[in-house]
């Protein structure tokens, strides 16, 4: 059985009955006790199918009606009680579950993502630790991560099937979720909630690391990037001219992803391998690549720009 259900799961790090966290192991749980109780009914229900067959058959030479009743109390309170019985016995663990998920415990042993979803791209803010990325979620094994998850245009849903969750993402509503990593590993990302043509795309990925791997992250996010071949200095005054408007958050119609560190990301918009020629291909025509991206193409630079350009961006680290 448990081989039919893993039909459904191709992505590695992208299935609920592999859970790798807390609120995972919990969604499998119930996900277990739903499977039973629906097998037990599904068993009685077929036997007393399967005997009423048999006894009621028609018989040569016989045509006996069965007594013919009408109503019966004892009977209807039978199978009035037992589905009562049944969803309480899965309703009890559902509400504890979904309050454990949006209960969020400062502690120490917990640390703060401000999510945003935007069409078609995500961006991960650590409030305690100042810095901000996107597409790409860092995390500590072992520790909770609250998650404050906020939507700026329509809406969106917040999963990552292998921790938990998921929870929808409302402009103008501020929801929240709690989960964990208990292994390191790199799992897939999703929005779950039909958003527009490029919702299909709109993957992100967690990079759940060792405590001291994520530190190094952070220190590595918060020092500066330099500048330093005459190459990529005229990328930089490329993207200052091409891109900064909308990736520094100054234009406020199109707000673009955070690439102050874009050089250490493994995809680029998301979905894409991080190389220089789908980096490449994603600038001349972002939307060939996500459907409704909200990018412009850049196609409008000279040959020798657009490597300047490139080689700027990669070299974010
Ligand atoms: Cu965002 Cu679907």
Known sequence: MSLALTGCSGVDGFS?????????????????????????????????????????????????????????????????????????ILAIPTVKYTFNM??????????????????YWWEFQYPDLGIKTAQELHIPVGKKVNFIIEGKDVLHS????????KVD?????????????KKPGVYQGKCAELCGAGHALMDFKVIAQEESDFNKWVAQMKQPSTVQTAQQKQGEALFNQNCLGCHAGTNKNIKGPDLTKFGTRSTIAGILPHDEENLKKWLKDPTAVKPGARMPKIDYLEPQEMEALVEYLMSRK
């Open 16 to 88: 609920v009955l592999k859970p790798k966290g807390t609120s995972g192991e919990m969604s499998l749980d119930m996900i277990k006790l739903a499977l039973f109780i629906m097998l037990g009914v599904f068993a009685v229900v077929i036997t007393i199918y399967i005997y009423v067959l048999i006894r009621y058959r028609k018989r040569k030479g016989k045509d006996v009606m069965p007594e013919q009743v009408h109503g019966n109390n004892v009977l209807e309170i039978i199978w009035t009680a037992i589905p009562i019985i049944l969803l309480t």
């Open 102 to 119: 949006s209960e969020i415990k400062a502690s120490e042993d917990s640390i703060t993502v401000k999510v945003t979803g935007y069409q």
């Open 158 to 165: 917040f999963w990552i099937p292998a921790l938990g969750g």
């Open 169 to 181: 993402v409302v402009p103008g509503r501020t929801n929240t979720l709690v989960l964990d990593a």
